[in-house]
């Protein structure tokens, strides 16, 4: 691939980036205030314009229900268009409601069951109406200590319930199953992990595919390996992309393990065109800026993906895979870490004064005055 095509390619390049990103957030002790922070969906959506104002990158906002609940969402859709957005996935939330103590869409309880599973199609419901083709399921159902569930019922009735969510779902909309190692379940987790979203995915048919969360996985996961194995198995829907250090830290996109996040990136590749508008993969950021400034920490994992993108986009798979097919292991790591320490900044910046854009967004908005702005009218 040459340096044009190369160009044109990360040009192309967009995420979603997620409401709450923009919104406080915090730790089990803690929520702290960053100036700045939104207060609502629409300031959400105004801060999302912000960014793509300056990066271009931004493919649509996804959404989180009930943080981002509003009377009309049409008006919310059509508030988005106006802002040059679309509003991307939706995602339910099954992790703050007093009934689901011990279990949402796979709690013993039937009338709990059926609440979880009514609160699904509502979020579907607002799906047509925001015109929005991604359900993306993140399902914290699983036990505490031994004893306390029966791992088969439970597993069960959490497939019953997806089955009937399945069946309300539209033609042209996708399920999302994104596992979790542990949390808030710290004895057993009933969707733990992409086996386990892989069966249920197989399960219930080609609506629902496997979403992978980069900090959702033990420490040490082979990642890139699971992302090969489902890419081919036409079962790998979407990522979230964060970074972590010992768990679900929802940090800030290759900030830890940049060189994890390449390999990932050579994978996707071999798989999907990471530029079309229509991927056929979900590529959401998923982070909680619990120390930064919302809209440029946003800014910076948007670079940081940018740039990531660029250095897979050098990779010589034709050199590659004749290295491997010769085993010649040395040359086959040299090729990849060779595209890997390539800096490619340069790049970057050329193709953002081809689109008439700051060629460091980073610094443009922390001197702009229309971010300032904002920050001072949201106030503390």
């Known amino acids: 691939m040459n340096l044009e095509q190369i160009k044109e390619k990360v040009k192309n390049f967009k995420v979603e980036v997620p409401s709450w ?15 700045g922070e939104a207060r609502n969906v629409y300031e959400k959506i105004d801060d999302a314009a912000l960014v793509n104002k300056v990066t271009d990158a931004v493919s649509a906002v996804a959404i989180h229900i009930p943080w981002d609940k509003v009377d009309d969402y049409k008006a919310l859709k059509e508030y988005a268009e106006n802002k040059g957005l679309k509003i991307g996935a939706v995602n339910p939330n099954y992790f703050e409601d007093e009934d689901y103590l011990y279990g949402s869409l796979s709690n013993s309880n039937i009338k709990i069951r059926e609440k979880a599973i009514d609160q699904t199609f509502e979020c579907i419901e607002i799906m047509r109406q925001v015109n929005s083709k991604v359900l993306s399921m993140w399902i914290p159902d699983g036990s505490n200590y031994p004893g306390q569930i029966d791992f088969k019922r439970s597993f069960e009735l959490l497939e019953d319930s997806l089955r009937q969510i399945t069946k309300e779902l539209d033609d042209d909309m996708t399920m999302l199953l994104e596992y979790k190692f542990f949390e808030p379940a710290f004895y057993s987790t009933l969707l733990c992990d992409w086996g386990t979203s892989y069966m249920l995915s197989k399960e219930l048919g080609e609506k629902v595919k496997v979403l992978v969360d980069l900090g959702h996985h033990p420490q040490g996961t082979n990642i890139e390996y699971i992302v090969s194995l489902m890419s081919f198995k036409r079962k790998l829907g979407g990522f979230h992309f964060n970074s972590r250090k010992y768990a679900d830290d929802d940090l800030t996109v290759g900030s830890l393990n940049p060189y994890e996040l390449f390999l990932i990136f050579v994978e996707l590749n071999k798989n999907f065109d990471l530029s079309l508008e229509n991927k056929e993969i979900s590529l959401v950021l998923d982070q909680s800026h619990n120390v930064k400034p919302k809209i440029p920490a946003v800014i910076q994992s948007i670079n940081n993906l940018q740039i990531t993108y660029i250095k897979s986009l050098l990779v010589d798979f ?19 870490k060779s ?12 193709v953002r004064k081809e689109k008439g854009l700051p060629e460091d967004p980073i610094k443009h908005i922390k001197e702009s005055d229309e971010y300032w702005k904002i920050v001072k009218e949201r106030g503390k």
Do not use: C
Request: net charge negative; charged share 35%; proline share 2%.
């Open 21 to 35: 990103g923009f919104a406080r957030s915090g730790t089990r002790f803690h929520s702290f205030h960053i100036p």
């Open 318 to 336: 034709g050199k590659l895979n004749k290295a491997q097919e010769e085993h010649d292991v040395i040359k086959a790591e040299e090729i990849l």
């Open 339 to 350: 595209a890997y320490e390539t800096d490619v900044r340069e790049i970057l910046r050329e």
